[in-house]
């Protein structure tokens, strides 16, 4: 199993400019989650979905949306970017939705808006 | 709010020393503490959790509610321990993790 896989791994893009991250989960994984990570930061909860269900938004603006698909795999929207939406941005999967469990760990998608 | 801190962002130790990377945390409820590590050009991996016991590589951590610090230690440090750590919880019903913001070892030979 090659993990959690994410795409694209490195982008740039301009203020203003619309970005979509993807994310596969580890076989038999049914929830994703999604993390920023500043330079210097850990990283930030974004959104939590099992089973094709938003579970949990952490503190981010309407910019950001995400969604799982059947497959279990995920996308991470953000509109009207921003120089401060410059990050890593960690996709995790794990077995479990409800309960804290492991979270396995993609390499991430590095933006850089300018 | 739910908050960790990891006061240390740099921490040195010489090879065979102890080492202790603190985690001090806030949560209104009954939390799930762990610690994640990340190594050079690895991803990030679990290292333990609180609620497992267990010794992972020499590491250990112990859940002190009264103090709410969840602090990480090992006896002898090694070379291979230099990593980036993370400090981190969740509650107990649901999957969304806080992190602190991270203590780089590195272990002198």
């Known amino acids: 199993d090659a993990g959690v896989t994410q795409s694209p791994t490195h982008l740039i893009k301009t203020r203003g400019q619309h970005v979509t991250l993807r994310c596969s989960p580890i076989s038999g994984h049914k929830s994703v989650s999604w993390y920023q990570q500043v330079l210097g930061q850990g990283p930030q909860f974004i959104f939590q979905?099992?089973?094709?269900?938003?579970?949990g938004r952490g503190n981010f603006p309407d910019r950001f949306s995400a969604r799982q698909f059947p497959n279990y795999s995920s996308e991470l929207n953000v509109n009207a970017l921003l120089l401060g939406d410059s990050a890593l941005y960690l996709c995790a999967s794990s077995l479990q939705g409800r309960d804290p469990g492991e979270l396995f760990f993609g390499e991430g998608s590095r933006l850089t808006v300018l | 709010a739910q908050r960790v801190t990891q006061p240390e962002k740099l921490l040195s130790v010489f090879k065979g020393a102890p080492v202790e990377l603190k985690c001090n945390y806030s949560y209104s409820g009954s939390p799930e503490l762990f610690w994640y590590v990340q190594y050079s050009r690895q991803r990030l991996q679990l290292l333990l959790r609180?609620?497992s016991r267990e010794s992972i590589k020499g590491f250990t951590a112990d859940l002190n509610k009264g103090e709410t610090s969840f602090h990480l230690k090992k006896p002898f440090a090694q070379e291979e321990d230099s990593a980036m750590y993370y400090c981190?919880?969740?509650?107990?019903?649901?999957?969304?993790?806080?992190f602190g913001t991270g203590t780089s070892l590195t272990v002198i030979p």
């Open positions: 981190a919880l969740s509650a107990l019903t649901g999957n969304q993790f806080y």
């Open positions: 609180h609620i």
């Open positions: 979905y099992y089973e094709k269900e938003e579970r």
